[in-house]
């Protein structure tokens, strides 16, 4: 598709301008292509991948940067077809590449977002086999951006009073798991557990444990502070129990005294992100209707309307 004249001109990197990388166009090894691939990722200040396109050049096995720049306008023009604003995922760039004199000068390149990338290795010579891996790949990569962002909207669709059923029963499942590491830990005893989750309530609330919690909320003793937690508070708690878990599986910690500290150490880092994206302290948030009492609610509403009659309402 277009590319016949590729083989008869110089490394990529020297007169087409493609950016020098460790992986040979003719590297075509599916470790080395998804080595490659990944390692060419950028991300933006939103978070969202991006790749260069003189970076992919050379990872779809393009010796000639004026040939691939002929694929990218192919797949700009059937991105435009597909009714999508072309600006939002072809967006032209300078870069400075050395000229091994100590010199540089200014380049074309081109940055592609994920889906710019899927219409680019789709509009490719498949004959090449890192394209035809490269289609593979960003249509993989595609797709789980297209569900990931279905289940975000799916979320933020749902009601409080649902998200908040939804995180207290996984809090429930991931205290288990916790427990479960803890117990690998050296953490065996219930009075030795019940240290080791109050250091973690400590590090994520600043220094309170769970009595104190209790008071800062206006929570009665026998109140479980789980359950009067709000979707928010229950998501920094859910965060801190998965995270603290996987650092003592992964770091392999024993001893009671060393799995207090990597649980308070996880609060504390949860503690932090919140307070760097300026959100609210969790001892800050209000205390949240009883999550019994919620379940109630819902399941009483859920049988409402199998009971109502078809064609009402």
Same mark, same amino acid.
């Given at each position: 598709?277009?590319?016949?004249?590729?083989?008869?001109?110089?490394?990529?990197?020297?007169?087409?301008?493609?950016?020098?990388?460790?992986?040979?166009?003719?590297?075509?090894?599916?470790?080395?292509?998804?080595?490659?691939?990944?390692?060419?990722?950028?991300?933006?200040?939103?978070?969202?991948?991006?790749?260069?396109?003189?970076?992919?050049?050379?990872?779809?096995?393009?010796?000639?940067?004026?040939?691939?720049?002929?694929?990218?306008?192919?797949?700009?023009?059937?991105?435009?077809?597909?009714?999508?604003?072309?600006?939002?995922?072809?967006?032209?760039?300078?870069?400075?590449?050395?000229?091994?004199?100590?010199?540089?000068?200014?380049?074309?390149?081109?940055?592609?977002?994920?889906?710019?990338?899927?219409?680019?290795?789709?509009?490719?010579?498949?004959?090449?086999?890192?394209?035809?891996?490269?289609?593979?790949?960003?249509?993989?990569? *595609?797709?789980?951006? $297209?569900?990931?962002?279905? %289940?975000?909207? @799916?979320?933020? &669709?749902?009601?409080?009073?649902?998200? /908040?059923?939804?995180?207290?029963?996984?809090?429930?499942?991931?205290?288990?798991?916790?427990?479960?590491?803890?117990?690998?830990?050296?953490?065996?005893?219930?009075?030795?557990?019940?240290?080791?989750?109050?250091?973690?309530?400590?590090?994520?609330?600043?220094?309170?444990?769970?009595?104190?919690?209790?008071?800062?909320?206006?929570?009665?003793?026998?109140?479980?502070?789980?359950?009067?937690?709000?979707?928010?508070?229950?998501?920094?708690?859910?965060?801190?129990? *998965?995270?603290?878990? $996987?650092?003592?599986?992964? %770091?392999?910690? @024993?001893?009671? &005294?060393?799995?207090?500290?990597?649980? /308070?150490?996880?609060?504390?880092?949860?503690?932090?992100?919140?307070?760097?994206?300026?959100?609210?302290?969790?001892?800050?948030?209000?205390?949240?209707?009883?999550?019994?009492?919620?379940?109630?609610?819902?399941?009483?509403?859920?049988?409402?309307?199998?009971?109502?009659?078809?064609?009402?309402?």
């Amino acid at each position: 598709m277009g590319d016949q004249d590729e083989g008869d001109d110089g490394p990529a990197g020297s007169e087409s301008g493609a950016t020098p990388n460790r992986f040979s166009s003719n590297d075509s090894t599916i470790d080395h292509l998804l080595s490659g691939f990944e390692s060419a990722a950028q991300v933006d200040d939103n978070g969202e991948e991006f790749w260069f396109a003189r970076d992919l050049q050379g990872l779809f096995g393009y010796t000639k940067w004026g040939n691939f720049l002929t694929v990218i306008a192919k797949a700009r023009m059937a991105c435009d077809q597909s009714g999508n604003a072309t600006d939002d995922h072809f967006a032209g760039v300078g870069k400075m590449v050395s000229l091994g004199s100590g010199a540089e000068r200014e380049i074309e390149d081109i940055v592609l977002s994920r889906y710019a990338c899927y219409l680019v290795a789709q509009n490719a010579d498949s004959k090449k086999r890192p394209v035809a891996f490269a289609q593979t790949y960003f249509a993989i990569q *595609t797709r789980r951006q $297209e569900v990931r962002q279905q %289940e975000e909207q @799916k979320y933020q &669709s749902l009601t409080e009073d649902v998200r /908040r059923m939804m995180l207290r029963k996984e809090m429930k499942t991931h205290n288990k798991h916790l427990a479960s590491a803890a117990k690998g830990a050296g953490v065996q005893q219930g009075r030795d557990y019940a240290i080791f989750q109050t250091e973690g309530y400590k590090g994520l609330y600043g220094g309170l444990d769970v009595p104190g919690i209790r008071r800062r909320k206006g929570l009665r003793p026998n109140q479980a502070v789980l359950d009067h937690m709000g979707s928010t508070e229950l998501a920094a708690n859910l965060f801190r129990a *998965t995270q603290t878990e $996987e650092k003592l599986r992964r %770091e392999n910690i @024993k001893g009671k &005294s060393a799995a207090n500290r990597a649980h /308070r150490d996880v609060g504390a880092k949860v503690r932090q992100t919140i307070k760097d994206i300026g959100g609210t302290m969790p001892e800050q948030l209000p205390a949240a209707e009883d999550i019994k009492k919620v379940g109630r609610r819902l399941k009483q509403e859920q049988s409402a309307k199998i009971d109502k009659p078809r064609g009402e309402g």
